[in-house]
């Protein structure tokens, strides 16, 4: 089971967040603030007041005395100290994972509300067991081709953490869920048909949720005034209104991440002009059990027998859902 709290490293971003604040109103500069603790670095207060570094609760406890904060101030970002230091507690909940799928479990913990898009692959969150192998064991081949691979695990270890991080889903306080799907994504360059069925049918059962809102983005269907998304993108708003707002962009085999906010903001508008060009939420759903019917169609007898079988039910359960919306 994924943990439910924030990450150490948004705790991170929140604390550094926080002691820049209380440096720029106490109308210090940096220079000033090591000379007066004594510190003989002076980029240990960069590395904190960017969350790049584990902090010390000495070191931000006497921060704290510099800046004069009140004492229910400096409970609270103690508080915060601690839950950024606990990494590796924190990390033994999870199978092991690269550092590029760690990276996104980090942002999804505590979250409120995730937008996700990628113009070629279903997002983690939504893939199958079966799904989620492929796209590991491809990339590995390319990685290991490039002498690249820095694995600490099988793929099996990589697939079950992934399907830790799904969870996430499935709990009682899961964060509100959007993605806009290309449907490329589902196309028969994604894997073999039975891959493809499963997956099919898992989105089916997802777009069904309450929390969750899936669209499909036909392929030969315009963005905006011929907008062309460039790279897969996911935004992250959490629990705590304090915390701040994260973009993540996906580029394949490495990701950046971003709190700035005129770059946030454009990515919301991308995000939107997505949303708008592709399939309202029960249209999607409907392409989605209508391309899993075709599938189970041409699928051999055996599938099909199993296909013919769940498709009844599942598209009561879809027609459940456009009643009660």
């Known amino acids: 089971m994924p943990p439910t709290g924030p990450s150490p490293v948004l705790r991170r971003r929140r604390l550094g967040l926080e002691l820049r604040k209380l ?8 220079d000033q603030v090591i000379a007066r603790v004594g510190w003989a670095s002076a980029s240990k207060l960069s590395r904190l007041e960017n969350g790049r570094s584990r902090p010390d609760p000495d070191d931000v406890a006497a921060l704290l005395d ?36 760690r990276s996104f479990a980090e942002l999804e913990a505590g979250c409120a509300e995730i937008l996700e898009y990628n113009p070629v692959l279903v997002p983690g969150l939504l893939q199958t067991i079966g799904y989620a192998r492929l796209r590991i064991v491809s990339a590995r081949q390319i990685e290991s081709w490039a002498g690249e691979s820095e694995h600490g695990g099988t793929p099996e270890d990589e697939v079950a953490a992934r399907v830790a991080r799904q969870s996430l889903l499935s ?20 894997g073999p048909p039975e891959v493809l069925r499963e997956q099919l049918a898992q989105l089916c059962d997802l777009a069904m ?14 963005i905006g ?11 992250y708003r959490f629990a705590d209104p304090l915390d701040p707002e994260t973009l993540a962009i996906e580029g394949g085999f490495t990701n950046a991440m971003s709190t700035e906010v005129n770059t946030l903001n454009a990515y919301k508008v991308a995000f ?25 169609e041409t699928a051999g ?18 027609s459940d859902r456009l009643t009660d919306r």
């Open 23 to 30: 440096r720029e109103a106490a109308g210090l500069t940096g």
């Open 66 to 101: 510099l800046y004069g904060v009140t004492a229910a101030q400096r409970g609270e970002l103690l508080g915060i100290t601690g839950e950024a230091g606990d990494m590796r507690g924190w990390l033994r909940k999870y199978s092991v994972m690269t550092p590029q799928q």
């Open 171 to 190: 709990h009682p306080d899961a964060p509100r869920y959007t993605a806009v799907l290309e449907e490329s994504a589902l196309g028969r360059r994604a």
């Open 209 to 222: 949720l309450p929390h969750v809102t899936l669209h499909v983005l036909l392929r030969d269907t315009p």
């Open 225 to 235: 005034n011929w907008y062309l998304p460039p790279t897969a993108f996911s935004i």
């Open 272 to 296: 939107e002009w997505l949303r708008s060009a592709a399939l309202s939420a029960t249209d999607t759903t409907s392409w989605l059990f209508e391309a899993a019917g075709r599938l189970a």
């Open 301 to 318: 007898p055996s599938t099909a027998a199993h296909g013919s079988a769940t498709a009844p039910a599942q598209r009561r359960r879809h």
